[in-house]
């Protein structure tokens, strides 16, 4: 029998929703595709402007979190026909990565981190910084957000005494409040056997629903005794345990393949107890 066999998997992300769909199949599971975020892309005018920043402004170090956010701003770049003086900058300067995927970006471009997260976190991202032991005092550094604010992050590099420059070429927002309900509905009702999410906000936009239509208390419920909360990995489910989900599946790899593979693992033990 499939590992999966019968088992309705949501996928709360709109990025590679079809290839995890194909995954779950395979598995003999049945996959819903129930987006619990957006992602805005800003207009090619903020983009232009951010890649303005970039090549005028002095730069030391460039710290990156995403990889759609290293490849949004090139092509940003290129469409403007700055590419060559951004891409000249940035090998004038030094480089710290979150996330394998950032680095890939930045291989592309010749540039290889100087540092780089030991978790795919920002927490570890800024354990890594941190560990360099430098004086970042006076010095002029790029901050690439991921779609959201990065107080931790930001507040680390302003507390040692850098001149921060944030950068976000896009940002999440929450999906249409329909799908959300369509989602909360499906939960409360156990008709969903586990969720996969693959970002923080997605937790955070589906409890912030929850709260506002006075059911995050249930919702809590429905994941602690019936609904298995699945996370990519170790920041989605920090965002879990800040909503009080604390039964969540976390893969070793933090890919949304590997997520699947684990979620079908996890059930096959069950089925063995």
């Given at each position: 029998?499939a ?13 590679k ?10 598995q003999?599971?049945?996959?819903l595709?129930r ?6 892309f ?8 951010e890649?303005?920043?970039?090549i005028h402004?002095?730069l030391?170090?460039a710290v990156?979190?995403?990889?759609m ?5 090139v092509?940003?770049?290129e ?12 090998a ?19 540039l290889?981190?100087?540092a ?5 976190s920002?927490?570890?991202l800024?354990?890594?910084l ?7 005092n006076?010095l ?6 991921h ?9 680390f ?11 976000m070429?896009?940002r ?9 309900q ?9 008709r ?22 006075g059911?995050?208390h ?10 298995l ?14 909503e ?5 599946l ?20 069950q089925?063995?107890a």
């Open positions: 029998m590992k999966l066999e019968g088992k309705v998997i949501a996928i709360t992300g709109p990025r929703a079809k290839k995890m769909s194909i995954l779950i199949e395979k003999g599971g049945i996959p595709v987006q619990a975020q957006g992602t805005m800003e207009g090619f005018e903020h983009l232009e402007s890649v303005d920043k970039l402004q002095p030391d170090w990156w979190t995403t990889g956010g290293v490849n949004k701003l092509e940003a770049a469409l403007s026909g700055k590419k060559e003086a951004l891409l000249a900058k940035l004038a300067a030094k480089h710290a990565a979150r996330g394998y995927k950032t680095v890939n970006a930045l291989r592309k471009l010749g290889t981190p100087e780089r997260d030991d978790d795919g920002t927490l570890g800024i354990r890594v941190q560990a360099l032991s430098m004086d970042w006076g002029h550094v790029s901050l690439q957000l779609g959201d604010p990065a107080p931790k992050l930001v507040g590099m302003e507390e040692a005494g850098a001149v921060c420059l944030e950068l070429p896009y999440h927002i929450p999906p249409s409040r329909e799908d959300l369509v989602l909360l509905d499906e939960l409360l009702s156990s969903i056997d586990a969720v996969a999410l693959t970002s923080a906000p997605q937790a955070r936009f589906l409890f912030e629903y929850a709260k506002e239509e059911l995050d249930a919702l809590r419920e429905v994941f602690q005794n019936r609904t909360a699945a996370a990519v990995g170790r920041v989605t489910a920090a965002a879990l345990l800040d009080g989900v604390e039964r969540i976390v893969p070793e790899e933090e890919r949304m393949g590997a997520l699947i593979v684990t979620l079908a693992r996890w059930y096959d033990q089925a063995e």
